[in-house]
C-alpha cells in the first residue's frame, strides 16, 4: 500500500451514533449531540448568545458574526430535531432558536 491508498478525513465525516431522544436518555443523547455538532464545527449558536439584530449602523464584523449565529442556529435546529422522538417533537417545533 502506497501514499496515495491514504484519504484525508476531516472532523465533519466523523459521526457518531445519536440515538433519539425519548425522555430516559437526556444526558447520553445531549453528550452526543454536542460531540457530532463540535465535530460538524457548526456548533456557534450553542455558545454564543443571539448577537443583537442588523441595523444600518452595524459593522461588518456584526454583520458577518450574525450571518454565522443565524446559520449555525438554524442548522442546529434541523439537526437536534431529527434525533428527538415524535412524540416528543411537538413543543420542540415551536422554538427557533438552540
Known sequence: MGFGAFQTV???????????????????WK?????QLGWMDI???????EPLAITY??????VVLYEWWEQSNRINMMF?????????RGYIDQ????
Not at 456548533?43 to 448568545?49: L, N, Q, R, T
Not at 449602523?57 to 456584526?62: A, H, K, R
Open 10 to 28: 476531516s472532523f465533519s465525516d466523523i459521526q457518531c451514533d445519536i440515538l433519539k431522544f425519548k425522555g430516559d436518555n437526556y444526558k447520553i
Open 31 to 35: 453528550e452526543r449531540i454536542l460531540l
Open 43 to 49: 456548533e456557534y449558536a450553542i455558545w454564543k448568545d
Open 57 to 62: 449602523e452595524s459593522s461588518l464584523t456584526d
Open 80 to 88: 437536534i430535531k431529527t434525533k428527538i422522538s415524535t412524540g416528543l
Open 95 to 98: 422554538l427557533e432558536k438552540v
